[in-house]
Every structure is written in C-alpha cells, then in structure tokens.
C-alpha cells in the first residue's frame, strides 16, 4: 500500500476517514462491508485497482492500474428515502466543480457523467440501504480517468473516453484531484440537503445536456429537445410533438444527435 497524501482536504467530514487499497473488486463491494462494520459518514475508500469495476446497467468500468481514481463515498444522509435521487445531482456538480478547480472545462452530461471536450473522463454510480421510512447510508462510487493514455482504454472507448492527461497533455497527481473533487463533493452534499434549487441551478449551469437536442434509448425511446431537469433529477424531454417527457436515471442512454454528447 503507498502512501496517498490528501493535504489540501479543507472538508469536515469527506475524506477524513480515508482506506487506501491497491485492489479490489469493486469499491461497491468494499465499502458495503464498511458499512455493516459501521463505517462513518464521509469515509472514503480508494483502490488502485478494480477488478469488477461496474457502471450503469451493469456495464464494465475500466479501472487500469494506477491510472485512474477509483474511490466511493459514504454518506449517512437525514433525508428522506422519497428524497434519495437528489443526490444523483451533488455528485456530478461536486466533480465537474474540482475539475473545473483544476483548470479543465468539465461539464455534465445528464445524469452524472462527466465530459471534457465533449469525451467522458468520469462516471458515477450511486447504491443506498435502508428501509422505506430511514436511509441509512448511500454510497457513491466514482471513477475519474486521470493518467491514462488512449491506448490503455479499450478500441471501443478510444473515441468516447479521456483521461485529465490526454486532455491536459500533463501527468496529474491522484492526491491533487481527488483532494480538489472531495472538498467541492462536501460543499454540494450540503447544498443538496439545505438549498436544492441552489444546487439545482449549478446542475443546469454545468449541463451539456440541458438545452440540446438529445435522443434516448433504453426503457423509453424519445428524442427530442432537453429542457431542463424536474426535482427529482429527471430530464425533461420534449418530442416533435411537443409533449414532455421525464427521463428516470434508472431508464435510459441519451446521447446528442451529433455523437456521445
Ligand atoms: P453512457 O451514456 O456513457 O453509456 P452511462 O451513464 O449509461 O453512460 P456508466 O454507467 O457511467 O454509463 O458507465 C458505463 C459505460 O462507460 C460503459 O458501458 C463504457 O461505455 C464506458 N466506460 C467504461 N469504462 C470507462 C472509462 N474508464 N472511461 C470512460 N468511459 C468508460
């Protein structure tokens, strides 16, 4: 296990709390069994590696050796279960933020990937437990592609994904990023509990969706303008015949009608 030095984390609780592994399935995986041990909110467990990375519908994430972060984040949220999805939303602004703290021009595509010049560079998945009246905890898994070059993604992700070094043509430091990403992930968790719209609005501000012609395949096939996102997180899609669609997270791909974004 090396050393992972987060000296810049200005949080109260994200990463304060903090395991370092080299590898593991999955950091799903890990963390459910913290969870049970009693794990605190805010702790963060990190891998080097992931053997069985997943993203939505089950899809592999590619989580190389070294190259990438992929960590996920504990929370123990006093929200109602009804009120989970919200938390789809401070997620995805939390990283596009630390990115954008870093000098690169993240942004959003709905519902929580990350894009950078129009190529994915993170994806995020969210798990919770609990019952119908108490959620007792979430947890976040996100990988971001730091120092990959194109030739460590596989032939089909070479025209989808980037890594912060083929974007910046620089080496990145795991420890800057991640530190940048949890202190902008705890300021927008805060948001989502006491000042939804406010969050909401950030949400909208860094959106590549939001504002485009997208098309949506999977549980409902719909293309159409976005127009914006409900209070749930949903994308608010109108068709050529002008009716709304509200696009569940659990549901659907979009894509723009140019390309990925
Ligand atoms: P998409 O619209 O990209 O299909 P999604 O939100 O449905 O997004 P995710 O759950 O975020 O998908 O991630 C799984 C998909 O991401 C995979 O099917 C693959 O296409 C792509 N992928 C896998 N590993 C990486 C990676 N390291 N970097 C970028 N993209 C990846």
Redesign the pocket.
């Known amino acids: 296990m090396n050393i992972f030095e987060l000296k810049d984390l200005k949080t109260k609780d994200f990463g304060r709390a903090f395991v370092h592994l080299e590898t593991v399935e999955s950091t799903f995986l890990t963390m459910r069994e913290f969870e049970k041990q009693g794990a605190v909110h805010g702790c963060v467990v990190l891998a080097d590696e992931q053997t069985l990375?997943?993203?939505?519908?089950s899809?592999?994430?590619?989580?190389?050796k070294g190259l990438?972060l992929y960590f996920n984040l504990l929370l123990r949220p006093d929200l109602s279960p009804t009120l989970a999805p919200r938390l789809i939303l401070f997620a995805a602004v939390g990283v596009a933020q630390g990115l954008r703290d870093l000098g690169f021009e993240a942004k959003i595509?709905w519902?929580?990937?990350i894009v950078i010049s129009g190529?994915?560079?993170?994806?995020?998945?969210m798990e919770s437990g609990g019952d119908m009246e108490h959620l007792r905890y979430v947890s976040a898994g996100i990988?971001i592609?730091v120092n990959?070059t194109l030739s460590d993604?596989p032939d089909?992700?070479q025209e989808?994904?980037?890594?912060l070094f083929i974007l910046s043509g620089r080496e990145q430091s795991r420890e800057t990023v991640l530190t940048a990403v949890l202190n902008r992930l705890e300021e927008n968790y805060y948001l989502c509990i006491n000042n939804y719209e406010e969050l909401s609005e950030n949400y909208t501000r860094l959106s590549a969706t939001v504002g485009h012609e997208v098309v949506a395949s999977?549980g409902s096939e719909v293309s159409g303008f976005a127009e914006g996102i409900n209070e749930d997180g949903e994308l608010l899609v109108r068709d050529k015949k002008g009716v709304l669609h509200a696009l569940n997270i659990g549901d659907v791909?979009?894509?723009g009608v140019m390309g990925?974004v």
Request: charged share 30%; proline share 3%; hydrophobic share 25%.
């Open positions: 990375g997943r993203g939505r519908f899809r592999r994430w590619e989580s190389g990438g595509k519902p929580n990937d190529k994915k560079v993170c994806g995020m998945l990988g592609n990959q993604f089909e992700l989808k994904a980037a890594s999977g791909s979009v894509r990925y």
